[in-house]
């Protein structure tokens, strides 16, 4: 019998690089993913809150993926 393991390993998501946790859905930047939860928090994150500052040294570690010709 054939099995749809792709389908199956899609619904264990992938880690998010913001609170490194498994998420199933989200948003991909780049090579990064970013889960829904916390792609909401830095949407609602004021300037002035300290943790906004905590975002952005996470989100130093998305990377430009690499450009081959």
């Given amino acids: 019998?054939?099995?749809?393991?792709?389908?199956?390993d899609?619904?264990?998501?992938?880690?998010?690089i913001i609170c490194d946790k498994k998420k199933a859905t989200g948003i991909h930047l780049y090579t990064s993913f970013i889960c829904v939860e916390c792609e909401n928090d830095i949407k609602n994150t004021d300037t002035a809150d300290e943790k906004y500052q905590f975002y952005l040294n996470k989100l130093r570690r998305v990377k430009n993926p690499p450009l081959y010709s």
């Fill in 10 to 16: 899609q619904l264990t998501g992938e880690t998010c």
């Fill in 1 to 8: 019998m054939y099995s749809n393991r792709k389908g199956l």
